[in-house]
């Protein structure tokens, strides 16, 4: 079991930065990979950023170069900083990892991933 916990979020203005943390607690060893996904209103699902054991980051096209993730594996938590930040960046965010799994190429679909945190909300304003 992996519990995942989410803190971070906010309401700030467009172009604005924030840092999400994701406190993972369990047996989250080996092989895995943990990240962030969204969700806005009336929208799936979508990945976007995840970072495995190796170290190895995956982003979404519309977060790179923004969006940077990172792991502090002492603290076994996983931080999402977030600059210029842009209204469409407004959901819903969860960290979620998958175990004995790592990707390459695009992120990993939300469909995959085993254990997820509750979330928190991001709400980018113009």
């Known amino acids: 079991q992996v519990q995942l916990v989410e803190s971070g979020g906010g309401s700030v203005q467009a172009g604005g930065s924030l840092r999400l943390s994701c406190a993972a607690s369990?047996?989250?060893?080996?092989?895995?990979?943990i990240g962030w996904f969204r969700q806005a209103p009336g929208m799936e699902r979508e990945g976007v950023a995840t970072?495995?054991?190796?170290?190895?980051?995956l982003y979404a096209d519309s977060v790179k170069g923004r969006f940077t993730i990172s792991k502090d594996t002492a603290k076994s938590t996983v931080y999402l900083e977030m600059n210029s930040l842009k209204p469409e960046d407004t959901a819903k965010y969860y960290c979620?990892?998958?175990?004995?799994?790592?990707?390459?190429?695009?992120?990993?679909?939300?469909?995959?991933?085993?254990?997820w945190g509750k979330g928190t909300l991001v709400t980018i304003y113009s």
């Open positions: 979620a990892a998958g175990l004995g799994k790592n990707w390459r190429g695009d992120v990993p679909p939300a469909a995959v991933m085993d254990y």
């Open positions: 369990g047996y989250l060893y080996g092989t895995y990979t």
């Open positions: 970072i495995d054991n190796r170290g190895s980051t």
